[in-house]
């Protein structure tokens, strides 16, 4: 397993990487996997020529290894740019242009914002843009879901696993009550996959967006993965390449041969990563225990994913921390929305009040990562937060 601990840049300053939620280093065997495709196997897949073939029998093989993962056929995977793009090609695709409310979709109030973006244009068109109700772990409320569903509701959507507080969505459940009233599942497993073990269609998800860079795959391609039995009702959001009915475009050999290596490795080493990462979790709870007065956990543990770990530190504005730590990458939360000064709507949906919720950190841990590293790592964080809270108690005793 290569050690993902940190990174020296040219300062040559070594920053511990807490922020594996946000994207991940390329693995040493990715990255060998890839270069022969920027070198001399650097034919088109849709070529008919030897070069052509080889590099298309390369993405065969790479949506082998992605289904793999998944529990899928590799024939139902797409390829795309990740899991954005897929995300707006099964959202999207779902819809014709001229439809409008009554007919509808139910969006999860604490996804991604690829996922809620497209319910605020859906709503721009006219179509019905619902949203669920989450119960304080962040879990969809099944029971409220099943009242509001009906016979015009076109498909409903959820991270499988949030970013922000890595709890885990009762998928199979909600596909169940979709697949009642005729509706179509949409999971975002960007965060899902590699972290806990994943079978789409035993839990009836009708379609699924991976990210590769989400498991030490290289940046810039993901997949869709579309039940066949519900192929014929997406609809492309992009024409004229050719290369596959609901994504055109040329195929990058190189990023998908990544993404395939990626999903092995990350296959390979599910059982192992997950008992580490507990470990790490709770040596990581430790540390900010012992050196932050008041701490607390947002989210609820027993229905998350061990990988993130989402805490109030009381009195310290969680942008400041992050910006002013020099040698750890830590984040408030989601990267697409780490240029807003609001509270985290991820937190104040689930009921934690909003200066809570601009008093939070999110620590994403790596399985590979050394306890060394991940202990001076946090005692750093620490450390620093408490410098930021009695400046913060001085402040306002001046005042």
């Known amino acids: 397993m290569t050690e993902t601990t940190g990174t020296t840049g040219t300062t040559g300053t070594k920053v511990i990487y807490l922020d594996g939620c946000a994207t991940t280093r390329v693995d040493d065997e990715v990255l060998d996997a890839m270069l022969p495709f920027l070198r001399e196997e ?3 897949p849709a070529s008919p020529h030897v070069l052509g073939k080889r590099a298309r029998r390369a993405v065969d093989g790479a ?60 709503a721009a068109r006219g179509v019905g843009a619902r949203t669920m109700r989450v119960r304080p772990s962040g879990q969809v409320d099944l029971d409220d879901l099943a009242a509001r569903l009906d016979l015009h509701t076109r498909l409903a959507t959820a991270a499988w696993v949030n970013s922000e507080i890595g709890v885990v969505q009762p998928v199979a459940a909600m596909a169940g009550l979709c697949h009642a009233v005729g509706a179509l599942l949409h999971a975002d497993a960007a965060q899902a996959a590699g972290r806990i073990p994943i079978a789409v269609r035993e839990a009836g998800a009708d379609t699924l967006a991976l990210s590769a860079h989400k498991i030490h795959g290289p940046k810039g391609v993901g997949a869709l993965y579309v039940r066949p039995e519900v192929r014929h009702r997406l609809r492309p959001v ?22 395939g290596k990626a999903c092995e490795l990350a296959a390979a080493r599910l059982d192992a990563e997950w008992r580490r990462v507990r470990e790490l979790r709770a040596t990581a709870l430790d540390v900010l225990a012992a050196g932050v007065p008041g701490l607390r956990v947002n989210g609820d543990p027993d229905a998350s994913v061990p990988h993130v770990l989402n805490v109030v530190l009381p009195g310290v504005r969680g942008e400041s921390l992050v910006s002013s730590l020099r040698t750890v990458a830590v984040s408030t939360g989601s990267a697409c929305n780490s240029g807003s000064q609001e509270p985290s ?25 050394s306890f060394a590293d991940l202990v001076l790592g946090v ?21």
């Open 42 to 44: 650097y034919g088109n």
């Open 63 to 122: 949506a082998e290894s992605v289904a793999r993962l998944i529990g899928a056929d590799p024939g139902d995977v797409v390829f795309t740019s990740g899991a954005t793009e897929s995300n707006n090609i099964a959202l999207l695709g779902a819809f014709g242009h001229d439809e409008r409310a009554p007919v509808n979709a139910f969006f999860c109030p604490i996804d991604h914002k690829s996922s809620l973006a497209v319910g605020q244009a859906l």
């Open 238 to 259: 992009t024409y004229g390449g050719g290369q596959h009915a609901l994504r055109s475009g040329t195929v990058p050999t190189h990023l998908v041969v990544g993404m």
């Open 345 to 369: 709507y991820v937190l104040t949906a689930i009921g934690v009040p909003a200066e809570d919720a601009n008093c939070s950190v999110r620590i994403c841990l790596d399985p590979a990562m």
């Open 379 to 399: 005692e750093l964080l620490v450390e620093r937060a408490r410098a930021l809270a009695g400046v913060a108690v001085a402040t306002r005793g001046r005042a």
